[in-house]
């Protein structure tokens, strides 16, 4: 399990959420904005959403768009805890593949 700060959950974008919780598994700064996730391998806490939900409702969105953007976008709230905690399933992390070179033999 991953413990993130409530600053690091405040916000009203889960992609930032997801690379915070990518630092929290060890990638460098560098590596985590080239990261792609599959938030169907992520569970998170209670309190993890609750701050994802207060920050939008500062920045005035309403119940309705909160709402969507979990069921669309969002992990599963599956840990009963006040505290930001992610688990993270095999697959969450999706790294961008590299190219190959290929050497062409000319004759």
Known sequence: MIKLTREDCHTTSLLGIYQNIARGLGYGPRKV???EFNCTKL??????AEEFKSAATEAEWDKQEINTVFLLFGPKITIDSDDCIAEVEDGFVIEPKRERLVKVAHA
Not at 43 to 48: A, T, W
Request: no cysteine.
């Open 43 to 48: 569970s998170v806490s209670r309190g993890l």
């Open 33 to 35: 904005k080239q990261l």
